[in-house]
Each structure stands twice: as C-alpha cells, then as structure tokens.
C-alpha cells in the first residue's frame, strides 16, 4: 500500500515503525515536505506525532480470512446440497474447490453429482487486502441412497420478544430428527438468509416459516415473532393522554424500559402486563421500579386482572404501591398472607400513573425502568 503524508517543519526528524524495520528521516525544509511510503504487507498506516520532534508510522496488517466448509457430509446423486463458508476475520469474497463447485465465488455453493463419489470441497476467503489459504478439506459421500426426510423442526429467535419500537431479531431454524438437511427455504420478511439462520428488522408481531429439505421430503416449521404493543396499542385508558404497554416476558424476564414503548409523560397511564405460570406457592416474584434518564417522581401502582385500575386494590393485601420507586410483590397460588396472590397461567397488569404534583412536569418526562422478576421455581 502506498501512502503519502505532508509533514509540518516543526517536526525535525520523524521515527518510522514499520513491519520491516526502524527509519529516521532526515530534517525537512522550513516549508515542511512529503513523503511516500509503500509497503505491500500493509492494508493502512497511522501517523502519531509523538511530541518531542518525532513522529512514528505504524503498518496496520490485516489478517487474511480463515475458512472452513459446513453442510451436509453424505448427498443423493442429481439432489443439490448447500455448502457454506464460514470465515474469521469475515470474508468479501469466496473461491471454491471440488466438483461442480469449482469456479464459484459466492458464501454458498449448491453441490451436486450424479455418480458415487465421495468428493472433496475446499474454500478460500478474501477480505479485500489479502487472499486467505484454502480450508481444510470437507467431504460429501454421494450415493444412490435416499435419506430421511427431516423432521422434528423448530425456530428459534434472539430475542424472543422485541418492544413496541420492534427491533433486530436472529433465527435459528434446526431438526432433531431424519436425515441432514440440504437447503433451508425461509418465509417472511427476512433481511439476510444463510443456510439455517436468518436475520429480520422487525415493526410488528410478524410469523416466520421455514422448510428443510433433501432428497427424501421436506419439513415445515413457524414461530411468530411478537413485538410489545406500545404508544396507546390496542389498550387506552380513559382521562390520560397516552397509555404506554410493556410486555412482561414469564419466560424470560428482563429489564423494561418506557422509552421502548414511546415514552412516559407526566399525564400518562402505563401498563406492564404479563401472564402468569404454574403454581409457585410460597415462592414470590415481584417489580420494581423507578425514573429513567427523568425527575424522581411520586407515582401509584396497582396490580390487578384489568388494565387501566387505579383503583385500592383487587388483591388485598399489598396489591398497591406509591412513592418515587414503586416495589411491589406477588405469589401465584396458595393463600394470601402478606402478598397478593395470583391464578396460574392468568394475564394480570401492574398499573402505573404519576401523582401530581409531579416533579418530572419540569420537562414533561417521567421514564421508568422496570425490573420484573417472576417467583423462582
């Protein structure tokens, strides 16, 4: 790489760190001078003056990808298999080795033979500085032998739910059971698709499908994707401005904050609703909460089976809290003592609203975040 660099006169001499060794350059005129380095080893220099009259230029070496094949090891003559290339650092462009294979240039290459073979695959990554060596050898046996069908598919998402600002989710579709599969079909609105993994920018609650496939049939798989309902939703509550939902995930319960759901203003219901599990007894889940990047704030909570109850109160005692940090506590089942107690597999809400005189009004945002945890099992 070559690079040019003007340096100023008050730098007298200059140190240069390369790769290949140490140079000093000689005073420069008054009116400074440039000078041209070229190293091919090198994808980027950087300049840092090092205050005392010198200057050092560091190489900066790119790494060139190392890749491996994935996919299927055994295929049914005349039936396609998608091989695909897995590089670190991650490649821009890929070069192919082995049967039909050879010559192509994208991650996937879709396999074929129609004679018993077992054949051998090899793949070289380029980064856009350097071209990595080709990966170890990946076998395929070919034969005549049909497989399995696939079965027992599944897709799972990271995260499982997204707020009402939606989000970037990853999937990852796989089967427990029949033979390996050789291509991957997704449905929906997918951003990028590589073999049994997907990606997705998400808005609304939206379903996901996938069929898995080889020589011997295919299987279908779906998982619908929720995204929280927020900014009022399908939920309003009377005499407030906006009414803010936050999904409580049983399964997995998280932080949640109000900004994720359009925000929290002074005359604002908000409602974190959430389904309960099994019969828990005498163990105890709970929220809490308080202001988020806002004001301390007085606020009320209620919990209760309705949404929009501001109300004393529908399980006796303990099912109110106030102050700035709202804390409040639950069973599911057994017998109220000090703690509401709640139905299993039952939708309940923890409603929220700001007691005036508020001090989060001097600008109007009051923010929470809200911690939920479920009792322990």
Known sequence: MNRSFFRPAALAFATVALAVGIIV?????????????????????????????NATLNCVISAPPVCTVTGPTTGSLNNPVTLTASCSPAATSWTWTGGN?????????????????????????????????????????WSNIVPAAPSGCSITSNPTTLPSTGGAIALTAQCSS???????TWSGPTTTTSGNTATATLTSTTQFSVQASNAGGSANANLTVQVATGGGGAISCSGFSKTVVLDASWSNP?????????????????????????????KRGGFSGAEYQSSPSERHATLSASP??????????????AGNTITLQYYVGGTPVYYPVLQPNTTYYLNIMNVAPATCASNGVCDMFIDFSKPSS
């Open 25 to 53: 350059l000689p005073a420069t005129p008054a009116q400074g001078a440039t000078f041209t380095f070229s190293n091919t080893n090198c994808s980027s220099f950087t300049l840092i003056d090092n205050g005392n009259g």
């Open 101 to 141: 294979c050879v010559g192509a240039t994208t991650q996937t290459c879709s396999a074929v033979e129609s004679q018993s073979v077992t054949r051998t695959y090899t793949v070289a990554g380029t980064n856009g500085n350097f071209v990595g060596s080709a990966s170890p050898g990946y076998n395929v046996a």
């Open 178 to 184: 029949g033979g390996a599969v050789a291509t991957w």
């Open 254 to 282: 998280t932080r949640l904050y109000t900004i994720n759901g359009g925000g929290f203003g002074i005359n604002d219901a908000l409602l974190v609703r959430f389904t309960t599990g099994p019969n828990t007894l005498t």
């Open 308 to 321: 929009c109850d501001f109300g004393p109160g529908m399980f006796p005692p303990g099912s109110n809290a």
